[in-house]
């Protein structure tokens, strides 16, 4: 399924949500979102290009605001991407308050 990118028509009318650019995971034959999901403020479908790279590296990794799980040999999980402060080991359900706050996981064995 295609990931598409909509943003605020006008920005006067946006809240936190829509102002910036978000990206909905939809069908392709799904209708487009009209209004944002959290004001109801008029929303525009954004062009965008396919991303094919992948990043190579933790570095680059944080730099796309993502996140390395790698399963260890005990069970956890370890962040290889951790940024200084966040957690870096642990079950897979406790990284959910560092992920959330905004890298989007990455999960490898």
């Known amino acids: 399924m295609p990931l598409y990118v909509y943003r ?3 920005a006067s009318k946006a809240c936190d949500a829509c ?6 995971l939809q069908r ?4 487009p979102l009209a209004k944002c999901p959290e004001c109801g403020a008029p929303l525009k479908k954004q062009v965008t ?5 992948f990043p190579k590296g933790p570095a680059a990794l944080r730099n ?4 390395r ?4 040999s005990d069970g956890n999980y370890e962040n ?3 940024q200084e402060g966040h957690q870096r080991v642990g079950a897979l359900d406790s990284f ?4 959330a706050k905004g890298p989007k996981p990455v999960i490898g064995e």
């Open 80 to 82: 290889v991407s951790a």
């Open 96 to 99: 959910a308050a560092d992920l």
């Open 8 to 10: 605020c028509e006008d």
């Open 69 to 72: 799980l790698e399963k260890r």
């Open 64 to 67: 796309m605001g993502m996140a």
């Open 19 to 24: 102002r910036a650019a978000f990206e909905v």
């Open 49 to 53: 290009t396919a991303n094919s790279a």
């Open 28 to 31: 392709m034959s799904d209708r």
